[in-house]
């Protein structure tokens, strides 16, 4: 066995042994059932009584993490049943996000995301600051350029559309790939995709049953509706400045109107507004991150997490930090910067954190049809 | 054990001087009783001390393991379907404990249960619809959403944002006396005895079912082989305190619930999970091989309550339930997987049995059971004929191989032995006439109620309704000293 194949058969092992104790707390938390109020895991928990990897990973992927069932667990540490089911579940989660991850090889950047971003990120910001310095000419970077600011005019259109078309194209062929290897895994059953999407637009799953989701320890601490806010503004800035991009992709290739927009225009409005969201939203995340109660975490996952984050939050900043200084000579570095981030966000896509709401989208639309269908173990009472 | 390792040290807080405070109320307990009347002694101005036993992972007392609370009420209300009016609920306890209840206190209880809903929402504690596996109770039974831990941490959260001050690690040893007055508790905390002193006391402690010594004292030998479904700390010093000090006891030491759990689980703290639900789909054979009981007399959730003292009056205190393949998939899956055989006599040898003496049994079960149609969901046409034990429904043959079988033990869950209280939740004495500043409420006073018999979550309602009064009385109380 080579040092590689060894090392794939320790992970291998790794994650047998996590579904294997998974799968023992899930047995007892299928006796139990106090926690069915709570969300969708329990609810799907209830159609089975095996759990094997396929299912494990399913009901990973249906937790939104709100913490509720610690709290609540009669079997919870310093019970010896150690049911802990909030990181146990984040953990295969993780080895979801592995197993499905194309190519294959690439599912290790999951754990090594801190250093995987960085060197795209470096790469990328050099890349496109040499390159508008080049474009640029001999007049300089710094140099406005008039009568009228232009990103063309240092990045000309043709060239980023190759360039961001190239990598998102990448981005997508992957985690369609990721996608349909996990609806595969999910089994022969038929998908909901619009109620499904209708609890993910609400996060209908991350309000603890009704009462929230916990942050700092629930011993002594209410649940708040504080990560459900913040993950909305994350979400909804996030989908305000792709929308943002598309109407801009249309107005160029379909009406022929050309950046930069004017302030009030639509596309430049959905930008500003999402970014800000964008920007509300992933630093507050960040702060409830620091405050949440470490017994919740895996913290394997910390740099997954804190990574997606700080990427989403930096591409916003920069994105807003060009719409100030683009009547200024600044505007080519602001440009280049802005970019540089936005192809190592597209690059990272498939292999960080933004594959949860794929993975968790997937989920909730079988489990949305599951709860349609009959309880196949649905218990006589006699 | 790691739990006890794991849990100890960490919740004394070290800057708590308990011998030189003095609070109106001194509550003695922390489950859900405890908790109600230390909320409700805070309500009316009182300063109030909650003494928990336990270290604070294990708060709670019994009410950590429960899931809901039987609520009267005339119309469909919140969760709650139907009606379930005072006369029936008043009648349902009335049966199951064979009049061995005190109507006036029990009426009490039924009635509070009717508005209580919504003082312990304002606390937090939320509730939710009864789902698969309980839907029998949806009439009958609000449940807590996340179950009785959620609801415990509720309180505990609303106690101390309240002011009322919290102790763990704090177990009541003993009561100094004066008159008919107490004058202070003696309380065992950070390894050394306390002398606590407050105007008002309120015993909410539970009963003495973790205590193994006093088991045996009251079922004999037998008691050695039970294993307690709940928590640890409900060790009945409260409770032999006040007995010792001239409360009237009241109900009988052996009364209790106790249920058949897997021989298998842990010696406190299993709660739900141990159950074993497969007993009416199968048979049930003790430690020679011999059915005992009617396995199919009546529906699972009416029965499983007498089935601990089934296997508890059984030798060696164990039995086994039976079930072929066709049961698989028809009852709440164990926390334990059984034992598995594709013949009768591999399946004895596993479970440690006389193999011809089951094959027997088996054999004579199944010539015995007549063809019918087969529904678990009602009282079916499958029974035996010319058995002895009869088994009344749901009598199939076991003839389809790999067939199961599951050890069982009796499980304690609660005592109903207690002190006798009137209707301000008062103590009283032995002597005549009640104790002047000490009140009760919840298991340790329960047995005023639920002298025998059992009605599913009936136990919260008692807790929360007399939490209440005695809250309330013993913060008038404590005024009325001052």
Redesign the interface.
Known sequence: MTPIEALVEAARGDTERLHADTGRMM??C?????????CAVFQSM?RR?AFDAPALDYLANLCHHCG??L?????A?????GVDIPRSLARVRLATYETYAWPRAFGALYRRQGTFTGILLALALAAFLMAAARLAGPDGLFVAKAPAYSFYAIFPHGLMAALFGAAFGFALVAMTVSAVRFRRALGQGALAPLPAAVSAARLANLEG???GCYVRS?????PTSRRRTMHHFTFYGFALCFASTVLATFEHYALGLKAPYPLTSAVVLLGTVGGAALIVGTSHLLVLRRQRDPRLSDPAQATLDTTFLWMLLLVSATGILLMVLRDTAALGVALAVHLGFVMAFFLAMPYGKFMHGIYRYLALARHERERREP???????? | MRSTAASGATSIDATLNLEALEHDVVVAGGGNAALVAALTAREEGASVLLLEGSPMAWRGGNSQHTRNMRCMHEAPQGVLTGAYPEREYWEDLARVTGGDTDEHLARMAIRGSSSVRDWMMRYGIRFQHALGGTLHLSRTNAFFLGGGKALVNAYYRAAAHAGVRIAYESQVEDLEMEGGRVRALVVRHGGALKRVRARAFVAAAGGFESNREWLREAWGEVADNFVVRGTRFNQGEVLRALLAKGAQPVADPKQGHMVAVDARSPAYDGGIVTRVDCVSLGIVVNREGERFYDEGEDFWPKRYAIWGRLVASQPGQVAYSIIDSKALGRFMPPVFPGEAADSIAALAGKLGLDAPGLERTVARFNAATRPGRFDHAVLDDCRTEGLEPVKSHWARPLDTPPYYGFALCPGVTFTYLGVKVDERARVLAAGGGAFANLWAAGEIMAGNILGRGYLAGIGMTIGTVFGRIAGMHAAQGARAAA
């Open positions: 047995g007892i299928n006796s139990c059932r106090y926690c069915e109020g709570y209830e009584v509720a069932c709290y609540a667990c009669q079997y540490p310093p019970h010896e049943f049953g009704g009462e629930g011993f002594e601490h209410p309880n196949p173990y649905g218990f006589s009472e006699g």
